[in-house]
Protein backbone atom coordinates (compact mmCIF):
# COMPACT_ATOMS: atom_id res chain seq x y z
CA UNK A 1 0.00 0.00 0.00
CA UNK A 2 1.16 3.71 -0.55
CA UNK A 3 2.00 5.26 1.87
CA UNK A 4 2.28 9.53 2.26
CA UNK A 5 3.82 11.06 4.76
CA UNK A 6 3.54 14.68 5.50
CA UNK A 7 6.59 16.70 7.90
CA UNK A 8 5.52 18.54 9.74
CA UNK A 9 1.59 17.88 11.01
CA UNK A 10 1.51 21.37 12.52
CA UNK A 11 3.57 24.63 11.83
CA UNK A 12 3.11 27.84 13.36
CA UNK A 13 5.80 30.66 12.51
CA UNK A 14 5.56 34.31 12.75
CA UNK A 15 5.30 36.72 9.84
CA UNK A 16 8.42 36.88 7.72
CA UNK A 17 9.88 33.84 8.52
CA UNK A 18 10.70 30.87 5.85
CA UNK A 19 9.97 27.32 6.31
CA UNK A 20 9.56 24.08 4.50
CA UNK A 21 7.16 21.66 4.42
CA UNK A 22 8.29 17.86 3.57
CA UNK A 23 6.17 15.02 1.36
CA UNK A 24 7.77 11.59 1.42
CA UNK A 25 6.14 8.55 -0.15
CA UNK A 26 6.75 5.10 -0.43
CA UNK A 27 6.15 4.05 -3.91
CA UNK A 28 7.64 5.34 -7.51
CA UNK A 29 5.72 8.32 -9.26
CA UNK A 30 5.98 11.24 -11.38
CA UNK A 31 3.79 12.90 -10.07
CA UNK A 32 2.96 15.50 -7.01
CA UNK A 33 0.85 17.33 -6.20
CA UNK A 34 0.30 20.41 -3.48
CA UNK A 35 -3.34 21.20 -2.25
CA UNK A 36 -4.37 24.24 0.25
CA UNK A 37 -7.50 23.40 1.97
CA UNK A 38 -9.36 26.13 3.97
CA UNK A 39 -11.37 25.38 6.95
CA UNK A 40 -14.71 23.81 6.06
CA UNK A 41 -13.58 24.17 2.44
CA UNK A 42 -12.62 21.60 -0.63
CA UNK A 43 -8.89 21.70 -1.92
CA UNK A 44 -7.17 24.52 -3.77
CA UNK A 45 -4.52 23.17 -6.32
CA UNK A 46 -1.54 25.00 -5.87
CA UNK A 47 1.02 22.72 -7.65
CA UNK A 48 1.40 20.02 -10.23
CA UNK A 49 5.01 18.45 -10.25
CA UNK A 50 5.33 16.20 -13.62
CA UNK A 51 9.05 15.37 -13.48
CA UNK A 52 12.05 14.73 -11.51
CA UNK A 53 14.06 18.19 -10.64
CA UNK A 54 10.43 19.65 -11.30
CA UNK A 55 10.72 23.30 -9.50
CA UNK A 56 7.65 25.84 -9.18
CA UNK A 57 6.87 28.68 -7.52
CA UNK A 58 4.03 31.21 -6.98
CA UNK A 59 4.21 34.05 -4.76
CA UNK A 60 5.92 33.46 -1.46
CA UNK A 61 5.29 29.10 -2.44
CA UNK A 62 7.74 27.02 -4.36
CA UNK A 63 7.31 23.44 -4.88
CA UNK A 64 9.93 21.20 -6.10
CA UNK A 65 9.99 17.48 -6.34
CA UNK A 66 12.98 14.88 -6.18
CA UNK A 67 11.71 11.75 -7.34
CA UNK A 68 14.63 9.48 -6.74
CA UNK A 69 14.36 10.40 -3.09
CA UNK A 70 10.75 10.27 -3.02
CA UNK A 71 10.80 13.77 -1.34
CA UNK A 72 8.70 16.66 -2.23
CA UNK A 73 9.36 19.82 -0.59
CA UNK A 74 6.98 23.23 -0.35
CA UNK A 75 8.90 26.07 0.90
CA UNK A 76 7.48 29.31 2.23
CA UNK A 77 8.93 32.24 1.66
CA UNK A 78 8.63 35.13 3.97
CA UNK A 79 5.28 34.25 5.41
CA UNK A 80 1.74 36.39 5.80
CA UNK A 81 -1.31 35.41 7.66
CA UNK A 82 -3.22 34.83 4.65
CA UNK A 83 -1.06 31.48 3.98
CA UNK A 84 -2.49 30.73 7.43
CA UNK A 85 -4.57 26.88 6.12
CA UNK A 86 -3.68 22.99 5.68
CA UNK A 87 -1.51 22.10 3.14
CA UNK A 88 -1.50 18.73 1.82
CA UNK A 89 0.64 16.69 -0.37
CA UNK A 90 -0.96 13.81 -3.24
CA UNK A 91 0.90 11.11 -5.19
CA UNK A 92 -0.59 10.22 -8.01
CA UNK A 93 -0.46 5.74 -8.46
CA UNK A 94 -1.67 4.54 -11.49
CA UNK A 95 -5.00 6.49 -11.74
CA UNK A 96 -5.54 6.82 -8.08
CA UNK A 97 -4.57 10.18 -5.75
CA UNK A 98 -3.51 9.44 -2.42
CA UNK A 99 -2.69 12.56 0.30
CA UNK A 100 -0.41 13.04 3.01
CA UNK A 101 -2.03 13.25 6.26
CA UNK A 102 -1.56 17.35 5.71
CA UNK A 103 0.20 20.15 6.97
CA UNK A 104 -1.79 22.64 9.51
CA UNK A 105 0.31 26.23 8.79
CA UNK A 106 -0.57 29.21 10.99
CA UNK A 107 1.51 32.55 10.62
CA UNK A 108 0.90 34.89 13.47
CA UNK A 109 1.05 38.63 12.86
CA UNK B 1 -10.89 27.18 -15.33
CA UNK B 2 -12.29 23.62 -15.34
CA UNK B 3 -15.38 23.48 -12.44
CA UNK B 4 -16.45 20.48 -10.41
CA UNK B 5 -20.09 21.07 -8.86
CA UNK B 6 -21.19 19.00 -5.78
CA UNK B 7 -24.62 19.62 -4.54
CA UNK B 8 -25.58 19.76 -1.57
CA UNK B 9 -22.98 21.57 0.08
CA UNK B 10 -24.06 19.89 3.54
CA UNK B 11 -27.16 17.79 4.45
CA UNK B 12 -28.03 16.99 8.17
CA UNK B 13 -30.56 13.36 7.91
CA UNK B 14 -31.99 10.97 10.59
CA UNK B 15 -30.29 7.78 11.18
CA UNK B 16 -31.44 4.97 8.55
CA UNK B 17 -32.53 7.15 5.93
CA UNK B 18 -30.33 7.11 2.42
CA UNK B 19 -28.64 10.23 1.36
CA UNK B 20 -27.44 10.90 -2.44
CA UNK B 21 -24.45 13.30 -3.03
CA UNK B 22 -23.90 14.57 -7.04
CA UNK B 23 -20.81 15.97 -8.41
CA UNK B 24 -20.55 16.90 -12.36
CA UNK B 25 -17.64 18.29 -14.03
CA UNK B 26 -19.08 21.97 -15.73
CA UNK B 27 -17.02 22.29 -18.44
CA UNK B 28 -15.38 19.06 -19.46
CA UNK B 29 -15.43 15.34 -19.60
CA UNK B 30 -14.44 13.48 -16.65
CA UNK B 31 -14.09 9.05 -17.28
CA UNK B 32 -12.89 9.12 -14.02
CA UNK B 33 -14.17 10.51 -10.58
CA UNK B 34 -12.87 9.84 -7.12
CA UNK B 35 -14.31 9.98 -3.98
CA UNK B 36 -13.08 10.82 -0.79
CA UNK B 37 -13.87 11.09 2.98
CA UNK B 38 -12.43 13.47 5.59
CA UNK B 39 -13.09 13.43 9.33
CA UNK B 40 -12.42 16.34 11.72
CA UNK B 41 -8.56 17.67 11.03
CA UNK B 42 -7.54 13.89 9.26
CA UNK B 43 -6.61 13.48 5.76
CA UNK B 44 -8.32 12.45 2.73
CA UNK B 45 -9.53 8.97 2.74
CA UNK B 46 -9.95 7.61 -1.01
CA UNK B 47 -13.10 5.60 -0.96
CA UNK B 48 -13.70 4.72 -4.69
CA UNK B 49 -12.58 5.36 -8.01
CA UNK B 50 -15.58 5.43 -10.32
CA UNK B 51 -15.33 5.07 -13.88
CA UNK B 52 -17.72 5.92 -16.37
CA UNK B 53 -19.68 3.00 -17.82
CA UNK B 54 -18.39 0.50 -15.57
CA UNK B 55 -18.67 -0.39 -11.70
CA UNK B 56 -16.73 1.50 -9.05
CA UNK B 57 -13.51 0.52 -7.55
CA UNK B 58 -13.85 0.65 -3.92
CA UNK B 59 -10.43 0.36 -1.51
CA UNK B 60 -10.00 -1.76 1.12
CA UNK B 61 -12.19 -1.47 3.76
CA UNK B 62 -15.09 0.74 2.30
CA UNK B 63 -18.24 -1.18 1.91
CA UNK B 64 -19.77 -1.36 -1.67
CA UNK B 65 -23.45 -1.82 -0.45
CA UNK B 66 -23.22 1.26 1.98
CA UNK B 67 -21.89 3.73 -0.62
CA UNK B 68 -23.17 3.33 -3.45
CA UNK B 69 -21.50 4.79 -6.30
CA UNK B 70 -22.88 5.41 -9.78
CA UNK B 71 -20.98 7.17 -13.19
CA UNK B 72 -23.91 6.90 -15.54
CA UNK B 73 -21.94 9.96 -18.11
CA UNK B 74 -19.32 11.80 -18.71
CA UNK B 75 -20.35 14.81 -16.39
CA UNK B 76 -21.63 12.85 -13.25
CA UNK B 77 -21.29 10.25 -10.80
CA UNK B 78 -23.22 9.94 -7.69
CA UNK B 79 -22.70 8.95 -4.23
CA UNK B 80 -25.40 7.08 -2.17
CA UNK B 81 -24.89 6.95 1.21
CA UNK B 82 -26.93 4.20 2.12
CA UNK B 83 -29.10 3.67 5.73
CA UNK B 84 -26.94 6.26 7.58
CA UNK B 85 -25.69 6.18 10.52
CA UNK B 86 -23.92 8.81 12.88
CA UNK B 87 -20.80 7.34 12.19
CA UNK B 88 -20.81 7.86 8.62
CA UNK B 89 -21.13 11.84 9.44
CA UNK B 90 -17.88 13.03 7.46
CA UNK B 91 -17.28 15.52 4.83
CA UNK B 92 -16.85 13.99 1.38
CA UNK B 93 -14.83 15.40 -1.42
CA UNK B 94 -15.38 14.37 -5.18
CA UNK B 95 -12.94 15.25 -7.45
CA UNK B 96 -12.46 14.74 -11.38
CA UNK B 97 -9.93 13.61 -13.46
CA UNK B 98 -10.21 15.73 -17.24
CA UNK B 99 -9.64 13.47 -19.89
CA UNK B 100 -8.28 15.93 -21.68
CA UNK B 101 -5.34 16.89 -19.35
CA UNK B 102 -5.38 13.67 -17.48
CA UNK B 103 -2.87 15.28 -14.94
CA UNK B 104 -5.23 17.61 -13.64
CA UNK B 105 -7.46 16.56 -10.79
CA UNK B 106 -10.54 19.15 -9.83
CA UNK B 107 -12.30 19.08 -6.94
CA UNK B 108 -15.79 19.63 -5.78
CA UNK B 109 -16.70 21.77 -3.08
CA UNK B 110 -17.67 19.32 -0.56
CA UNK B 111 -20.26 17.94 1.27
CA UNK B 112 -20.95 17.76 4.96
CA UNK B 113 -22.84 15.47 5.97
CA UNK B 114 -24.12 14.85 9.92
CA UNK B 115 -26.18 12.04 10.74
CA UNK B 116 -28.62 12.60 13.98
Known amino acids: ELKVEQNPLFLSMQEGKNYTIYCNYS?????LYWYRQDPGKSLESLFVLLSNGAVKQEGRLMASLDTKARLSTLHITAAVHDLSATYFCAVDNFNKFYFGSGTKLNVKP | GAVVSQHPSWVICKSGTSVKIECRSLDFQATTMFWYRQFPKQSLMLMATSNEGSKATYEQGVEKDKFLINHASLTLSTLTVTSAHPEDSSFYIC????????????FGSGTQLSVL
Open chain 2, 95 to 106: SARDAGERQKLF
Open chain 1, 27 to 31: TTSDR
